[in-house]
């Protein structure tokens, strides 16, 4: 009797694994090698269009600002016109700017090549939404949501990792014709192309309405004009005005707000943020966003700083960082395919609470353990775990809370904070480690960030997600959990 109601819930499972989930997979494992690939390239890339390593910032900025901007919109179409619609036109855009990207010539060119890549950041909320539609007509939909979210951010980490590994690979093998190591990602985004036109099946359910256009403008001028700002405090460190152009965005959310409150059918529906079980998740994710986007690169930066010079630091070369990194990331791996199982032990609420308070716990570790290799080791794989779970269950809570045809809108938003509260981190982390750098012998200035800097990341890091575990106490006990009684009834029936 309990083998068959364990059959039954593993053969819904099944259903929309074998049917939409695994050829997902294979579309969030492209996104992850498109995320991690490059990141080895970037000086080849740098000296092949001739600037210096500074102006590869230009190329981070851009695309977030544009997938801040896209995300939303393309999530609110995808609701009004189908996910897998949207879906896949954004796979093709994906395509075009990835093959654009490796016959590119000139730097701008690749700049904006660079940041139409970036639509790949839509796939996610955009494929949790299928997942959703799919699976919220049959007992234990969110339970199985957040199980097949788990797998496709599983996917999304592995696809990092063989990303960034197989990027420097390819890069020394054939640095020579970086055209050709350009390309080659482009192949499996073809691929994503054919498996959404051919193999994932359209979302049933359809809004009324159309797209908010006056919003979207209103939304991209803030957006534009806070990470605009940010963007140009790390290339004018110490000015005043960048920080006054990102606080002149910050005030336009209130035109925004007042706007979009008075629509009936708002591009961003802050009625729907109101929610109890809504506002925490976005704002955890706007809190996350400061470490998992903003703290990769000190971390990276801070092993590579050499003790002998500079007193701190851990003076690695670049194969041993990769150490480091893939600990991180093999982390948020775990992380991200065990937290659907802790939560059908605990609650859905309770997972996102520890998973947070592993987050920070892991960073603030850092500030005291930070002189040897298995310190760092092990400071960032208690962070990592928390943090891939939260990638995981961020956008299936988002899901869970968000009424019936407002899913990909409610998941794209948990997108578009995370960028902002990344952006915020990395122009905040750059005049943290530029201050009181330290002096070399021969008196000049040294290279390297200063250990106050660095203790200062950690701090921000460790504080903010453990911000978002107390703002996560005020959901409800059994949010984004399944009704209990159509599981029961099931039981006794098996």
Not at 188 to 215: I, K, M, Q
Not at 287 to 300: D, K, T
């Amino acid at each position: 009797m309990a083998t068959t109601g364990t059959a039954r819930r593993t053969g819904r499972i099944a259903g929309i694994g074998g049917g939409l989930v695994g050829y997902l997979v294979f579309v969030e494992f492209t996104s992850g090698v498109l995320q991690g690939y490059y990141i080895p390239l970037l000086t080849d890339i740098a000296r092949y269009l001739g600037v210096n390593d500074a102006d590869v910032n230009w190329l981070e900025a851009a695309q977030l600002m544009l997938s801040a901007i896209a995300v939303p919109v393309l999530a609110k179409l995808g609701d009004l016109h189908g996910h897998r619609r949207v879906l896949l036109w954004s796979a093709v855009a994906t395509a075009l700017a990835t093959v654009a990207l490796a016959f590119a010539t000139s730097f701008p060119v690749f700049l904006v090549a660079w940041a139409l890549q970036g639509l790949y950041v839509v796939w996610l909320p955009l494929q949790v939404a299928l997942i959703w539609d799919r699976s919220r007509r049959t007992p234990g939909a969110a339970g199985q949501t957040r199980r097949a979210t788990g797998l496709i951010v599983a996917a999304l980490q592995a696809g990092a990792i063989a990303g960034a590994l197989g990027g420097g690979q390819i890069g020394q093998s054939l640095g020579d014709h970086l055209w050709l190591v350009l390309v080659l990602p482009a192949v499996l985004v073809v691929g994503v192309c054919l498996v959404v036109a051919f193999r994932v099946p359209e979302s049933e359910d359809r809004t009324g309405g159309t797209v908010d256009a006056t919003g979207v403008a209103l939304l991209s001028v803030i957006l534009l004009v806070i990470t605009g700002g940010l963007s140009f405090v790390r290339l004018n460190e110490g000015a005043l005005w960048p920080w006054a152009v990102a606080a002149a965005g910050i005030l336009l959310v209130v035109p925004f707000v007042a706007y979009e409150l008075r629509q009936d059918d708002p591009l961003v529906d802050f009625r729907v943020l109101r929610s109890p079980a809504m506002w925490p998740v976005q704002l955890t994710a706007g809190l996350f966003g400061v470490s998992v986007l903003g703290a990769q690169g000190p971390l990276s930066t801070y092993a590579r700083t050499d003790p002998a010079v500079y007193g701190y630091g851990l003076g690695l070369s670049t194969s041993e960082v990769s150490v480091v990194i893939g600990a991180y990331v093999i982390s948020m791996l775990v992380g991200a395919s065990q937290f659907s199982r802790v939560s059908r032990r605990t609650t859905p609420r309770s997972t996102l609470i520890g998973a947070a308070t592993l987050t920070g716990t892991g960073y603030l570790l850092l500030v005291p353990f930070h002189d040897t290799l298995a310190q760092m080791l092990a400071c960032i794989a208690i962070a990592g775990l928390g943090s891939g779970a939260l990638v995981a269950a961020l956008p299936a809570a988002a899901a869970a809370a968000a009424p019936i045809g407002r899913t990909a809108v409610a998941t794209g938003l948990t997108n578009t904070t995370k960028v902002i509260g990344g952006s915020f981190a990395s122009a905040a982390f750059a005049i943290a480690l530029a201050s009181n750098v330290p002096l070399l012998a021969d008196g000049s200035a040294g290279t390297a960030g200063s250990l106050s800097g660095y203790i200062t990341v950690w701090v921000i890091c460790g504080t903010t997600a453990l911000l978002a575990a107390l703002a996560l106490l005020v959901v409800p006990k059994l949010a984004f959990s399944d009704p209990a009684v159509p599981e029961t009834a099931e039981e006794s029936r098996a």
